[in-house]
T-cell receptor, first 113, second 112 residues
Framework: DSGVTQTPKHLITATGQRVTLRCSPR?????VYWYQQSLDQGLQFLIQ???????AKGNILERFSAQQFPDLHSELNLSSLELGDSALYFC????????????FGSGTQLSVL | GENVEQHPSTLSVQEGDSAVIKCTYS??????FPWYKQELGKRPQLIID?????GEKKDQRIAVTLNKTAKHFSLHITETQPEDSAVYFC???????????FGKGTMLLVSP
């Protein structure tokens, strides 16, 4: 167990819908990262937050948004869902001082039907 | 931005053989190169990493080598065991708060 908690584990929804994925980082970690994993694209970086502020943005679609709350948990919001958004979404956190060493949560498997 | 290429995409070996996975990166400023192992249905987990001031690092049966001039790094697993079967990802990042860029992964299958 990495200490990073993600909910829900599985999510099944329909095209056009909106969902929210939740992540709690390890105790003491200020950074939260969101990655999307699909079979053909590997692990794609979406967005990073540090202590409530957006730190870096990757290949995140405009239909997707995220935020980090004062208690450091983070939410990834996916809207106007398309079939191609079906993927495994990972959250990760890192230790202060070693931002490159990521500890991943168990992921949320999103299926858009 | 950084681009990481990883080869091969799949690798099948017999138990006890060695396995080598290779990655190349594009950004000469990158200086941190981790390897993650992802078992089926599980999260990626860091197994070994190397920084640009080191050419090689070993941890029991796994080792990583780095050639900064050629901008490539490799994962070596010796005496492979069935429990080594997993997807392995290489990654690269530069200093500070730069994010990791991952390769597309190598599925390693170790047959008994």
């Amino acid at each position: 167990d990495s200490g990073v908690t993600q909910t829900p584990k599985h999510l099944i929804t329909a095209t056009g819908q909106r969902v929210t994925l939740r992540c709690s980082p390890r105790s003491g970690d200020l950074s939260v990262y969101w990655y999307q994993q699909s079979l053909d694209q590997g692990l794609q970086f979406l967005i990073q937050y540090y202590n409530g502020e957006e730190r870096a943005k990757g290949n995140i679609l405009e239909r997707f948004s995220a935020q980090q709350f004062p208690d450091l948990h983070s939410e990834l919001n996916l809207s106007s869902l398309e079939l191609g958004d079906s993927a495994l979404y990972f959250c990760a956190s890192s230790v202060e001082g070693t931002p490159e060493k990521l500890f991943f949560g168990s992921g949320t498997q999103l299926s858009v039907l | 931005g950084e681009n990481v290429e990883q080869h091969p995409s799949t690798l099948s070996v017999q138990e006890g053989d060695s396995a080598v996975i290779k990655c190349t990166y594009s950004d000469s400023a990158s200086n941190y190169f981790p390897w993650y192992k992802q078992e089926l249905g599980k999260r990626p987990q860091l197994i070994i990493d190397i920084r640009s001031n080191v050419g090689e690092k070993k941890d029991q049966r796994i080792a990583v080598t780095l050639n900064k001039t050629a901008k490539h790094f490799s994962l070596h697993i010796t005496e492979t065991q069935p429990e080594d079967s997993a997807v392995y990802f290489c990654a690269a990042s530069s200093s500070g708060y730069s994010t990791l860029t991952f390769g597309k992964g190598t599925m390693l299958l170790v047959s008994p």
